[in-house]
């Protein structure tokens, strides 16, 4: 992937500062969304909502290698790069465009829904409208779910969860969330509704590289097949079948391998944000 000289005054580097940095108060509103709905890798809510109450342990400050300050410099870019390529797609369509912040962090920081910790992996925070990254997370991708790794998985995976603030910008978000509080629809049902919002965020995700290689030619030979393999790594069949040796299409959250890939494909294919109702195209 070609970089680019842009950088995002939207993201914060937290590593080496020490980590920790409050307490989440009670399983609020934001801890509930990221538990349901927003994990990149499906993984056990319990884990976050049984912990809400407690202070992450403080780290020791360190100074970042230069390895380590090579990632934040290509974390911000891509950053900047979500934004203007939001921003024009917003203004093609006559809508106000809002960037959203970007955080780095190891082991665990505060965030706006509660303490922010590595094992929950890459999320969106509705409530103070923020990524937040634990880079570790992209070892677990490659180790634990097969995923061949280079700078386009991260550009995915930044992608994807660029691809949920958008849809808070819309509105999006907050049909869903309305959608479960009204308790008119069964556990399985509500989680074909997750699919088509995770799916929608994969969508978005390719709607980006298509339309920010198209004004920065940032793509390489190599950089869309690692967006697939992480993709199909991040599928709910495929983290079952590592997970608990079976597969049950019910319980899926996330969307399966083939259904991440299409829909990645789909927005990199079309370049057109019009194409990407997913939940008209999975919820009929």
Request: net charge negative.
């Amino acid at each position: 992937m070609k970089w680019t000289n842009d950088r995002s005054g939207n993201f914060d580097d937290r590593r080496g500062s020490g980590g920790g940095g409050g307490m989440l108060v009670g399983g609020g509103l934001g801890t509930i969304i990221i538990a349901a709905i927003v994990f990149f890798l499906g993984g056990d809510p319990s884990a976050i909502l049984n912990n809400s109450a407690s202070a992450p342990q403080q780290s020791e400050q360190r100074q970042l290698s230069k390895e380590e300050l090579n990632i934040g410099e290509f974390v911000s870019m891509l950053t900047a790069e979500n934004e203007e390529t939001w921003n024009k797609i917003f203004q093609q369509n006559g809508i106000q465009f809002k960037p959203a912040k970007v955080v780095l962090f190891e082991s665990a920081t505060r965030s706006g829904c509660g303490t922010a910790q590595a094992a929950m992996g890459p999320f969106y925070c509705p409530a103070d409208q923020t990524i937040y990254m634990d880079m570790s997370f992209f070892n677990e991708l490659q180790q634990k779910f097969g995923a061949k790794v280079g700078q386009f998985t991260v550009a995915y995976v930044l992608g994807h969860e660029y691809g949920h603030h958008i849809q808070y910008l819309l509105g999006t978000l907050n049909k869903v969330d309305q959608l479960r509080n009204s308790g008119r629809y069964s556990e399985s049902e509500m989680n074909k509704v997750s699919v088509a919002n995770e799916l929608q965020a994969d969508f978005y995700a390719g709607l980006w590289a298509k339309q920010t290689d198209n004004r920065e030619k940032i793509l390489e030979p190599g950089d869309i097949q690692q967006a697939m393999s992480a993709a199909a790594a991040v599928g709910d069949d495929n983290i079952q079948k590592r997970g608990q040796g079976y597969v049950n299409q019910e319980s899926f959250t996330h969307g399966s391998s083939a259904q991440r890939e299409e829909w990645f494909m789909k927005g990199y294919n079309s370049g057109d944000i019009r194409q990407g109702d997913t939940f008209n195209a999975l919820l009929k």
